[in-house]
T-cell receptor, first 118, second 111 residues
Framework: GAVVSQHPSWVICKSGTSVKIECRSL??????MFWYRQFPKQSLMLMAT?????????EQGVEKDKFLINHASLTLSTLTVTSAHPEDSSFYIC??????????????FGPGTRLTVL | GQQLNQSPQSMFIQEGEDVSMNCTSS?????WLWYKQDPGEGPVLLIA?????ELTSNGRLTAQFGITRKDSFLNISASIPSDVGIYFC???????????FGTGTRLQVTL
């Protein structure tokens, strides 16, 4: 089945620094990837939709200059949290759509990245 | 952003019991999905529903797509300890569109 990986699985950084999170589709090419944020005991909230070769589409209220998304290849999307602050501490999860699957709307989720900003 | 309302918010059940949870929306969705999330992991797809009124099973899990397209139900029969986790519904308005997630139902099973 389709597998999506994320790296790192967890990261601790100092306030003011930037952190990059990678999302990879391991056995399929993903033209579209999605980035979600999940705070403790809450649901997943979509941050942005990442399309290969074009600019990401951000959800309302998500700062595009703070959460930089790059989808440079069909198997890799990156999320960079710039000038991170403690309130950015969260669980970041990506998903990827496999266009060759029976259902083009099927999304496969990565294992998530736990970000803690001190 | 919009969220789907799930109930119950959490539940404790005994091993072997059947479980029911539902998801409601003020908007119509054309696809309903049910996911399970274990602590510290990403959600895993359990069941996908594509037609109003559709009833689909996956082992001990059964889910239904509401006739109004504004709700969905998930049933788990004969619960076991590994059913522990958070169950999320998600809706899609159309093919290749983004997912809107529910508020989640936390399931805990006592032996």
């Amino acid at each position: 089945g389709a597998v999506v990986s994320q790296h790192p699985s967890w990261v601790i950084c100092k306030s003011g620094t930037s952190v990059k999170i990678e999302c990879r589709s391991l056995d399929f090419q993903a033209t579209t990837m999605f980035w979600y944020r999940q705070f403790p005991k809450q649901s997943l909230m979509l941050m942005a939709t990442s399309n290969e070769g074009s600019k990401a589409t951000y959800e309302q209220g998500v700062e595009k200059d703070k959460f930089l998304i790059n989808h440079a290849s069909l198997t890799l999307s990156t999320l960079t949290v710039t000038s991170a602050h403690p309130e950015d501490s969260s669980f970041y999860i990506c998903s990827a759509r496999d266009p060759t699957s029976g259902r083009s709307d099927t999304q496969y989720f990565g294992p998530g990245t736990r970000l803690t900003v001190l | 952003g919009q969220q789907l309302n799930q109930s119950p918010q959490s539940m404790f059940i005994q091993e072997g019991e059947d479980v029911s949870m539902n998801c409601t929306s003020s908007s119509i969705f054309n696809t309903w999905l049910w996911y399970k999330q274990d602590p510290g992991e990403g959600p895993v797809l359990l069941i996908a529903l594509y037609k109003a009124g559709e009833l689909t099973s996956n082992g001990r899990l059964t889910a239904q797509f509401g006739i109004t397209r504004k709700d969905s139900f998930l049933n788990i029969s004969a619960s076991i300890p590994s059913d522990v986790g958070i169950y999320f519904c998600a809706g899609q308005t159309g093919t290749a569109s983004k997912l809107t997630f529910g508020t989640g139902t936390r399931l805990q099973v006592t032996l």
